[in-house]
């Protein structure tokens, strides 16, 4: 099995492997700060890569600003679903 490991902030990491089987479609959120947000959505314009205020993609193009904070999804090349949050939800 090959893993290509991702590495991220604060001693985290996401390995993904490689598969000739399915695999469900999953959401993956990271609570960023202020500036993590802005240098991941400058490369997320950059890249022209889709975006979308919400899960259900109806608000494309769009950052959410839920509970004071800021928020955009984003597909993997799988079709994963990834979110970025400056606020915790359920912060206010």
Do not use: C
Request: no cysteine; hydrophobic share 40%.
């Amino acid at each position: 099995m090959h893993f290509l490991v991702v590495e991220l902030s604060n001693r985290v990491s996401i390995d993904y492997f490689e598969t000739d089987e399915d695999i469900a479609i999953q959401h993956f959120a990271f609570l960023v700060t202020d500036e993590e947000f802005d240098a991941a959505f400058e490369l997320i314009r950059a890249q022209e890569i889709s975006f979308w205020a919400d899960p259900a993609r109806t608000k494309p193009g769009e950052i959410n600003h839920h509970f004071g904070g800021r928020g955009v999804y984003f597909a993997d090349p799988d079709g994963h679903l990834m979110e970025l949050i400056t606020t915790p939800y359920g912060s206010e």
